[in-house]
C-alpha cells in the first residue's frame, strides 16, 4: 500500500491535470460552466458534510472542488479568448494551477 502522501502527490500531479484537460475539452457552452458550477458546488458540500468523519475524504473533495473551479474559469476564460494562442496559454496555466493545492499540503506538512 502506497502511502497517503504518495496517492496525494499523484492525484494531484497527475489526476489534477487530466481531469482538468478533459473538461476542457467539453463543449464550452453556458449548459457546461453551469454544470461545472453546480459540480463545485455539491463536491464542497460533501467536503463539508465529511469534515468531522475522515480529513481524508474531506481534503479530496476540496482538491477536486478546485480543479472543477479551475477548468470552469479556464473554460470561461477560453470563450472570451480569440485565438488560438491564447486558448493555448489559458489551458496551459489552467494545467498547472490544478498543482497548486500540493504546495499548501507540502507547506503545512513542513510546519508540523
Do not use: E, K, N, Y
Request: charge should be positive; glycine fraction near 8%.
Amino acid at each position: 500500500m502506497a502511502p497517503p502522501v504518495l496517492i496525494a502527490f499523484g492525484m494531484t500531479f497527475v489526476g489534477g491535470p487530466l481531469l482538468c484537460a478533459l473538461l476542457l475539452r467539453l463543449p464550452h457552452g453556458v449548459r457546461t460552466l453551469g454544470a461545472l458550477a453546480v459540480a463545485m458546488a455539491l463536491t464542497m458540500a460533501a467536503a463539508l458534510a465529511l469534515q468531522g468523519r475522515s480529513a481524508a475524504g474531506s481534503l479530496a473533495m476540496l482538491w477536486l472542488a478546485w480543479v472543477l473551479a479551475i477548468a470552469m474559469v479556464a473554460m470561461a476564460l477560453r470563450r472570451r479568448a480569440s485565438g488560438p494562442r491564447l486558448h493555448r496559454w489559458v489551458t496551459i496555466v489552467a494545467l498547472m494551477a490544478t498543482t497548486l493545492p500540493w504546495f499548501g499540503l507540502a507547506t503545512a506538512r513542513m510546519m508540523v
